[in-house]
């Protein structure tokens, strides 16, 4: 199987860096798999599970909450808002992440920032609504 540099960083750390098989990646125009070769794409990411298959049989999940991904032939880079390991993810987490959200659109004035809080807002919900039912499973 073909490999490609694979890097997922956060403000805070990098939380993956190394070769990959695949790569599924949350963005606001869908969800879209990356594999070696995929032609150059700059893509705005949604809330959502960044999947990593670093062999045929393994990988590893992540949560983002926005932030861009770039890819070329070569190597692909998420450059997320907010960035964690899935399995440190619950509902504590996804409530605190809501209530910033609608703290930070409380006291904004600009109006696209309001949009772009309200879109997060919509994700957020969507996903911690998914999330649970996932873990219930």
């Given at each position: ?12 750390r990098i939380l993956f860096s190394g070769e990959v098989v695949s790569v599924i990646v949350p963005s606001i125009e869908g ?10 794409l700059v893509a705005t990411l949604k809330t959502g599970i960044v999947f990593v298959q670093t062999t045929g049989n393994n ?79």
């Amino acid at each position: 199987m073909a490999t490609f540099k694979f890097e997922l960083v956060s403000p805070e750390r990098i939380l993956f860096s190394g070769e990959v098989v695949s790569v599924i990646v949350p963005s606001i125009e869908g969800e879209m798999t990356v594999l070696a070769g995929h032609a150059p794409l700059v893509a705005t990411l949604k809330t959502g599970i960044v999947f990593v298959q670093t062999t045929g049989n393994n990988g590893k999940d992540f949560f983002v909450n926005g932030g861009l991904v770039e890819i070329n032939a070569a190597s692909t880079t998420i450059l997320a808002e907010q960035g964690r390991f899935l399995e440190d993810v619950n509902a504590a987490v996804l409530d605190q992440e809501i209530l910033s959200a609608e703290t930070k659109l409380t006291g904004s004035q600009d109006e696209d920032e309001k949009k772009r809080l309200q879109d997060t807002l919509v994700q957020l919900r969507e996903f911690k609504h998914v999330f649970e039912g996932r873990k219930a499973a």
